[in-house]
């Protein structure tokens, strides 16, 4: 059967699928969703639909995460009338109104409607109108949370494999250069331009070549790797045929971590499919062309992000970074030429093969084109998943997309790049987000992380603690990093404790840049950077740790004590209740007060009480 042929016979099944008198449930099942119940939705559904008498008329399909991680669990449903809603907040208690009000009445559920996913409604807003969702433009993530990730046809109805198709009309040469016009970066931190990576392979001779998809998303608070593999598996898989056909590779491997388990079940189907569908082994779709694809499952070592590392782990070796040159492109794994993508630049390759190099350089900016997606966390009113176009200026990826700091606080900085990158300050909040302005800050893009920092929150204990994640996860090798993280974890501590002096603001400066200079490593060239950050921005923070033995942000127990304003308590009993020591006594009604022989300082009365009573000094 032609490409063609095949492409027909998948858009009729999602047109079966998409067919608006059909009932559908689409239930968010990706990690995030499940970690919020949605498997337990999806119980509950499947025994209501029987209940009901509609289970034979009714497709009821887990889908990847659209993104809105605040809102889970996620269900969209589909009424015999056609229309669409989403539903945020779900839970198994609610899934008999839910049933009876849409897919048995075809009326809306109010309570939980979030938005409705075409057209409009008067009662809630459409999707696309949604505050987080309206500034965005998915590219990396236009399947996800649309389609079932296990249903190949649903990915070639959408598009899917065109790309694959392309490449091969176009020929190896032609797909470099698309490319190179496209403008599209790596995407996985560097930002080195994809095509002139490719080329430096392609150039390189040999008689085996490998591409390897970098899945070892290691940064804490960042999850767009596994969104992406969970929700669209075969748009990286593609991606990385793409690649492999550019430089001349028969093998490529997708590196990813084993903590992700849901990622690796949908890669080893789609890549069954892929099989199936005749897109990989010997000659694919007659263009001679010959490939295999393989899954290394990473044993969570954050520095096997870096490239090298990585290439060490696959050959079994322990993951440790190696001296360049010469680089993967000249000789990489097992000695051979080898090219090495993350999982967001794959998943915009196929994007640009379907749709033309022009067609991706539009968005963005004139040195960084097309979109970024970024793992929105921390102290943010929607966490959550998004992609906007390169150039966004910060302020509308927090306040617009993200809703604000949580609660209403004010807004402090922005740790961009994770463990790795810097903290912005609020002074910086128009600043537009690309690889130039945030390096002009002292940051980094990084894979995607952005992690928003409240008033209330301390930026030396920040940055103690970004520096407790890389100290642990240095592998040694090289001196710099080896000692210079435990060196600047062991002075932030002290800061920390009370127990610093001035002197050692010096030294982590002197520290931290010998790091950038020397070490072998991107884990070690970048690790001093929320040390350095902070230490440009908020250097009165750590004189305030030093020389008045307070935190101004009152977050750091050792230097903290907490009250209670008898004037402001209203004796609700809030604190009393989330106190985990039994610290706090009082009667209802009345003032309470906190015993400072078994207080902890660990913050939860300040939390819970809503009448801004528990005072910190």
Known sequence: MSFAARQQQAEAVWENFAHP????????????????????????????????????????????????CYAEVLVELRSRDGKRVLYQGVEPRHVPNLVESQLVRGELYQPLALAVMEGSDEQVPAFADLPMIRP???????????????????????????????????GPERVIEEMKASGLRGRGGAGFPTGVKWG?????????????????????????????????????????????????????????RAEYPLAIERLQGAIAQMRDQGFLGTNILGSG???EIKIKKGAGAFVCGEETSLMQSIEGKRGMPLSKPPFPAVSGLFGKPTN???????????????????????????????????????????????????????????????????????????????????????????????????????SIMGSGGMIVIDAESCMVDMARYFLTFTENESCGKCVPCRMGTQHLLRILTDITNGKGDLAQIETLRKIGDTMKNASLCGLGQTAANPVLTTLRYFED???????????????????????????????CGACLRACPVTAISGVK???????????????SCRQACQFEA???R
């Open 21 to 68: 008198e059909r009932l559908r449930v689409l239930i968010g099942s990706a990690t995030c969703g499940r970690a919020a119940g949605s498997l337990e939705v999806l119980q509950a559904f499947t025994a209501e639909l029987a209940k009901a008498g509609l289970t034979g008329a009714t497709d009821v399909v887990e889908v990847g995460c659209l993104g809105m």
């Open 589 to 603: 009604k009345q003032a309470h007060a906190i015993d400072q022989e078994l207080c902890i300082q660990c913050g």
């Open 340 to 442: 090495i993508n993350n999982v967001e630049t794959l998943a915009a390759v196929s994007a640009i093969m379907e749709k033309g190099a022009g067609w991706y350089a539009h968005y963005g900016t004139e040195q960084s084109r097309g979109t970024k997606t970024f793992a929105l966390a921390g102290k943010i009113t929607r966490t959550g998943l998004i992609e906007v176009p390169m150039g966004i200026p910060l302020r509308t990826i927090i306040e617009d997309i993200g809703g604000g700091v949580l609660g209403g606080k004010p807004y402090k900085a922005v740790q961009t790049g994770g463990p790795s990158g810097g903290c912005i300050p609020v002074q910086f909040i128009d600043l537009p987000v690309d690889y130039e302005h945030l390096a002009e800050v002292g």
């Open 200 to 256: 430096f392979a392609r150039s390189s001779v040999a008689d085996q070549k490998y591409v390897i998809c970098n899945a070892d998303e290691g940064d804490p608070g960042a999850f767009m790797d596994r969104s992406v593999l969970e929700g669209d598996p075969h748009a990286v898989l593609e991606g990385l045929l793409i690649a492999g056909y550019a430089i001349g590779a028969t093998v490529g491997y997708v590196y990813c």
């Open 289 to 291: 062309f010959d490939f």
């Open 614 to 616: 528990v005072l910190v």
């Open 541 to 571: 923070e750590y004189r305030a740790h030093i020389e008045t033995h307070m935190c101004p942000a009152g977050a750091c127990r050792a230097l903290i004590t907490f009250t209670i304003d008898p004037d402001r308590c209203t004796g």
């Open 136 to 170: 965005q433009v998915r590219i990396v993530l236009r399947n996800c949370g649309i389609i079932d990730p296990t249903n190949i046809d649903h990915y070639l109805a959408r598009g899917g494999y065109s790309g694959m198709a392309r490449a091969f009309a176009m």
